[in-house]
């Protein structure tokens, strides 16, 4: 049975994530945070900015799903040291340990710049909402350069929102089903012709942002479509949410900054001159 280490492992998607996949890999499961153990799991403790508990924890895993680092918009240092530091000291340790296989959770942050009325696939150029989006970017960046120089394979997840149900209306273009999110990462974990590759972590949503052809083509069959919960999710929906917030796919990330206006990310309408 292969090893899988599982970095963040004590947040939301990784508790989703071993339950789905329990009995099917080792499961080595790492976090700053305590970890409460199920059968079978085994944990190394670790802080991903410290390269040598990273070293300590890669050791001998056949394959890294990292989850690992700050998961919402944050102030510079925290995003810097975990996401950014922290994804480094993973790709490096992991090339330095000889373990070529890299599951990298990146989200829809790093496009949550585009628009709602927009499909995007995985060739779009990154348009980040924030600093969190931004770090998501440089660790699939990270990861086209150690695919081509020391041919690491790895798998970049645009994750949506990984919850046994959307929780709102948002969500309901970029829902993840815990069963539909551990099939994505089987496939990462075991395709035998993974080089370098984005792929979105949603379910085959109908009000889908997304064009997850290349998922697809690697063998991704969602289960789960959000919008068997739609009726009821939009019932819930209260008036007054501020409006800017559904003006880009990031939704309130797009706002998560001082002064922040995300308007001005809107193209500009040239007015007629008279
Ligand atoms: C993410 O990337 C976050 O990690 C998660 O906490 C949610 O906010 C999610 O995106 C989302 O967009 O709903």
């Known amino acids: 049975m292969k090893t899988i280490l599982i970095t963040g492992a004590a947040g939301g998607v990784g ?4 339950r789905e996949l ?3 890999y080792n499961l080595r499961l790492s976090d700053i ?3 409460k153990l ?3 799991e085994i944990s190394m403790p670790g802080d991903i900015a410290r390269m040598a508990d990273m070293r300590r924890v890669i050791r001998d895993a056949d394959a890294i799903v990292h989850l690992g680092g700050f998961a919402v918009e ?3 240092d925290m995003i810097l040291r975990a996401n950014i530091a922290g994804c480094y000291n993973i790709f490096e340790a992991a090339r330095e340990n000889g373990v070529k296989r890299i599951l990298f959770a990146s989200s829809n942050h790093a496009t949550g710049f585009y628009r709602p009325d927009q499909t995007i696939d995985h060739r779009v150029y990154p348009k980040p909402d924030s600093r969190y989006g931004l770090s998501k ?3 699939e960046q990270l990861g086209s350069l150690y695919s081509d120089k020391y041919g690491m394979q790895v798998f970049c997840m645009r994750i949506g929102n990984v919850n046994f149900a959307p929780a709102d209306k948002r969500r309901l273009s970029i829902w993840v089903s815990p069963r539909d999110f551990a099939q994505l990462v089987k496939i990462g974990v075991e395709h035998p012709e993974i080089r370098f590759e984005i792929v979105y ?6 009000r889908s942002w997304y064009d997850n052809s290349n998922a697809e083509r690697l063998g991704y069959r969602p289960q789960d479509d959000a919008e068997a919960y739609a009726a009821a999710v939009l019932a819930k929906e209260r008036p007054g949410v501020d409006p800017r917030t559904e003006t880009f796919q990031g939704g309130t990330f797009v706002l998560a900054e001082i002064g922040g206006d995300p308007s001005r990310a809107l193209p500009k309408i040239r007015k007629k001159k008279r």
């Open 15 to 18: 508790t989703h994530l071993r």
């Open 22 to 24: 329990a009995g099917q």
């Open 33 to 35: 945070r305590p970890v």
């Open 38 to 40: 199920a059968a079978g």
């Open 74 to 76: 944050g102030p510079w």
């Open 137 to 139: 970017v440089f660790g």
């Open 201 to 206: 972590g949603v379910s085959g949503n109908q």
